[in-house]
């Protein structure tokens, strides 16, 4: 392999997002789970529901890694939100994901249910 090609090759790596270090291909991270330390309104805790199946993920955006879905209908325990109350973290009680923690888009869930 020429000099030249070696060279296109490693540009158009470069130009997908990647990075040379020290002859090795590193590519870009990915946003690192946070957990509940993202929160940053506390909530009064409740139950709601999902009103869609929608993705479950490590953190309060598009950018975290997704862990699966959580199927219309399913109940979560809903405990603080983050990124103005666009995102809710939660604890899945219902479902394959029962038990788990992670976020959810706000939007995707239904009306807190009424305790009176």
Not at 63 to 77: F, I, L, N, Q, S
Request: glycine share 12%; hydrophobic share 40%.
């Amino acid at each position: 392999m020429t000099k030249h090609r070696i060279a296109a090759r490693l540009a158009s790596v470069a130009a997908v997002g990647a990075a040379i270090v020290g002859g090795t291909v590193a590519l870009a991270p990915t946003a690192s789970a946070v957990g509940s330390s993202a929160c940053t309104k506390n909530v009064a805790n409740y139950d709601t529901q999902t009103d869609t199946t929608v993705k479950f993920r490590t953190g309060p955006g598009t950018g975290y890694t997704a862990k699966g879905t959580v199927g219309e209908g399913r109940w979560v325990y809903v405990t603080c939100t983050a990124k103005a109350g666009t995102w809710a973290f939660l604890k899945v009680t219902s479902g394959p994901h029962k038990g788990e923690t992670g976020w959810i888009a706000y939007k995707y869930l239904a009306v807190p249910m009424q305790t009176s």
